[in-house]
């Protein structure tokens, strides 16, 4: 069974700097991985997919890259703002595993002006 | 751009009532999904739908919850005889086969109480 754990539970960081989330899964047969934002009791906002044959994805300021023969993915946010606090989720979708994403339980990051 | 939208966004109700959770899944997208997170709690697979047919369902899915799509455009979660423990935000999700990515777009959520 699938199991995905995303260190660290949570994170506060003074603006302008850089950061790294660290997402982990315990089985690499993985079809892909999606990176999500979630802010106080809303819904759950698709920042990034990457495929399992692909290493990293980008956009703006965000960079997740995937190993998946480790198990491992990590999202770089860079230059944080304070509109960037927020839950961060990682979900994975694994091979054998239907359509279903399986969730870690985020990092909440906030970003102090 | 489409998003899912899912109504209500707040439902309050009584142990042992019926509770219906409304979802518009984005036009051209063909998989449906319920999702849940009971506060403080990993978001949980429920339910996923594909061609009028439930194609996959967990263990917390069980004689109690129902999905239907009755027309084109709705997705509905029924939760029959709602319990303390069904308290969570339920959210639906919605993927197309044309993108052949397999990302997963998430509605804003409904959240559940049960008194």
Redesign the interface.
């Known amino acids: 069974k699938q199991e995905v754990t995303q260190i660290p539970a949570a994170l506060s960081v003074p603006e302008g700097e850089n950061l790294v989330l660290n997402c982990s899964f315990t089985d690499s047969a993985i079809y892909n991985l999606q990176w999500f934002r979630q802010d106080p009791g809303k819904g759950l906002t698709s920042l990034l997919l990457i495929q399992s044959s692909q290493r990293e994805q980008t956009s703006g300021r965000l960079n997740a890259s995937l190993d998946k023969s480790s198990g491992r993915s990590t999202l770089y946010i860079a230059a944080s703002q304070p509109g960037d606090s927020a839950t961060y989720l990682c979900a994975v979708k694994g091979n054998n595993a239907g359509n279903m994403l399986t969730f870690g339980g985020g990092t909440r990051l906030m970003v102090k002006p | 751009e489409p998003e899912v939208t ?1 109504t209500p966004s707040h439902q309050v109700t009584q142990m042992g009532q019926e509770v219906i959770l409304r979802c518009v899944p984005i036009s051209n997208h063909l ?1 449906f ?1 319920w ?1 849940r997170q009971i506060l403080g ?5 429920l339910v ?1 739908f ?1 061609n009028n047919e439930i ?2 369902k ?1 263990e917390i899915f069980d004689d109690q919850f129902s999905v239907e799509r009755p027309d084109g455009s709705n997705f509905t979660l029924k939760i029959r005889s709602t319990k303390l423990e069904d308290s969570a ?1 339920y ?1 639906c ?1 919605s ?1 197309g086969l044309a993108t052949n ?9 409904s ?1 559940l109480t049960v008194l």
């Open positions: 899912q998989y999904y999702y709690q990993k978001v949980e697979f996923s594909y194609s996959e967990s935000m959210f999700a993927t990515t397999g990302e997963l777009f998430f509605g804003e959520g959240r």
